[in-house]
């Protein structure tokens, strides 16, 4: 498993939080995603295998947030 931080900006509460934590916890390939509003970033555990970053990315942008590279 791997391990990556992911900056998430537009984030303003924590209904935010827990949809972008849905979103990345959807994904197949994802193991646990930990959201931070203050820190605008997430931490996600992932299998490289079946994932990516930047599918995580888009995931993020799709639900109306930014993912900044
Ligand atoms: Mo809070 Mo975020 O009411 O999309 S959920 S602003």
Redesign the pocket.
């Known amino acids: 498993m791997d391990e990556v931080t992911i900056k998430v900006e537009g984030?303003?509460?924590?209904?935010?939080v827990?949809?972008v934590t849905g979103v990345l916890k959807g994904l197949p390939g994802v193991e646990d995603a930990q959201v931070s509003l203050e820190a605008r970033e997430a931490r996600v555990s992932f299998d490289p295998a079946r994932v990516t970053v930047d599918s995580m990315r888009a995931a993020v942008e799709n639900a109306?947030f930014d993912a900044p590279a």
């Not at 984030?11 to 935010?16: L, V």
């Open positions: 984030m303003t509460c924590g209904g935010c827990r949809s109306g």
